[in-house]
């Protein structure tokens, strides 16, 4: 299968023996995701939303379809997606509405966990919140710590770690606090499993569009609708009014009300053909194809002397994204990253926007990551294994 499927992404043909094994930090685009923006750009460009003759008429039709597609995607409704630039811009976008609306306590308690990225941490310290709970990570690198303190406000989560892989049981959290709003971030799972926000049922869900075979520069937040009626804005500007005067605003309601700008319209409709790419495979298919590839990754990593693995051991990919990070004894990260350049096999070294786990969990201050989508097969892997055993020799001696 995965032959088939790396054929159907250009990068791989223009760069022969190319190992890519960096989707946690981006994801290489198939063709016809390529395709589509080239056929916004040649056939229909102009602005959504104003102008009042056939291009645009296309354009804005285009665009909000995508919200259509996004919304069966993750089983939402249409009204309930916004376009952000990404994760990041949500997540930032989500505490400072919270906070201006007067949804939390001032200052307020929040929960997130040690797996945290940056972008899910510093919009939250930024509130001055009067305490941040952490749920801890244990010795197989599992969240188990499953409760929200009783009085929180907010409980902000990635889905999964960017480094670790760990899946986060974030149902089973969510309900032990149903008072604290709950905002999730699947921009690491979105392009591996399933995810369905009724089921889940959090009341904000974000993921950026780069790590799901879609252009950089578009992002997704999903809010529940009853909380999207009643909270601010965090963009004000163009597109997203009812009526200006001198002394005063009304905004308009729903998904624009938070979408002030001209937005990147040719990402969100190639977004839309990233999701029917992903449909066409299926998740069923993916999710056996990157579990098969993480225990032969974890197999063949054993092979190495000395090697930390910082990734669940005897779980199921229902636990664990194919998302492994782990440090040799003795050499730096980042010097068998730039040994593994050399030889056109890219993995990722550092702390990779996760400190706090980094320094107080793993006590180390930086890692190298190898991350697998659907593009990956054994070769990939066998030739990280080789260069890995080549970059010992070297830096060994
Ligand atoms: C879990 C997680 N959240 C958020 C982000 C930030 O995404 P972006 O830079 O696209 O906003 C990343 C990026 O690596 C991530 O892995």
Excluded at 78 to 106: D, K, M, Q
Excluded at 182 to 193: K, L, R
Excluded at 220 to 229: A, D, F, G, R, T
Excluded at 338 to 365: F, M, S, W
Aim: aromatic letters at 8%; proline letters at 4%.
């Amino acid at each position: 299968m995965n032959n088939n499927i790396k054929n159907q992404f250009p990068i791989f043909s223009k760069n022969k023996g190319l190992v890519y094994l960096d989707s946690a930090s981006t994801s290489q685009k198939p063709k016809v995701v390529i395709d589509k923006l080239v056929e916004f750009y040649t056939e229909y460009n102009s602005n959504v939303h104003r102008g009042l003759y056939p291009l645009s008429e296309k354009a804005t039709d285009e665009y909000e379809k995508v919200r259509e597609t996004i919304a069966k995607f993750i089983n939402a409704e249409p009204n309930e997606i916004i376009f952000t630039s990404g994760a990041t811009e949500a997540i930032n976008g989500v505490s400072r509405s919270l906070y201006s609306s007067g949804f939390i306590n001032v200052p307020p308690k929040i929960t997130l966990t040690d797996l945290e990225h940056h972008s899910n941490v510093l919009p939250w310290q930024d509130l001055q919140p009067e305490m941040i709970q952490y749920l801890g990570l244990d010795d197989n690198y599992l969240i188990n710590d499953t409760k929200i303190f009783k009085d929180s406000d907010i409980f902000a989560s990635i889905h999964a770690s960017n480094v670790t892989g760990t899946i986060i049981p974030i149902k089973e959290i969510i309900t032990s606090n149903e008072n604290a709003y709950s905002i999730i971030d699947a921009t690491q799972s979105i392009a591996h499993m399933k995810i369905d926000v009724k089921d889940l049922d959090v009341d904000f869900l974000t993921f950026s569009g780069h790590k799901l075979f879609a252009p950089t520069g578009i992002g997704v937040l999903y809010i529940k609708e009853e909380i999207m009626k009643e909270l601010n804005p965090f963009k004000l500007g163009g597109g997203m009014i009812d009526e200006v005067t001198r002394n005063g605003s009304t905004y308009a309601s729903g998904p624009t009300k938070f979408e002030a700008g001209t937005p990147n319209i040719a990402a969100a409709i190639a977004l839309a053909e990233a999701v029917r790419f992903i449909d066409s495979i299926g998740f069923e298919e993916i999710k056996l194809s990157e579990e098969r590839l993480r225990l032969y990754l974890l197999e063949r990593l054993d092979e190495i002397e000395n090697i930390e693995i910082y990734h669940p051991k005897n779980v199921t990919g229902k636990e664990a994204l194919a998302v492994v990070s782990f440090n040799i004894e003795g050499i730096h990260s980042h010097d068998i990253s730039a040994y593994l350049g050399e030889k056109n096999i890219c993995v990722r070294a550092g702390h990779h926007c996760t400190q706090i786990l980094h320094r107080d969990v793993l006590n180390v201050p930086a890692s190298l990551r190898a991350s697998i989508s659907v593009y990956n097969n054994e070769e990939d892997i066998a030739k990280l294994i080789e260069g890995l055993k080549g970059a010992i020799k070297i830096y060994k001696k």
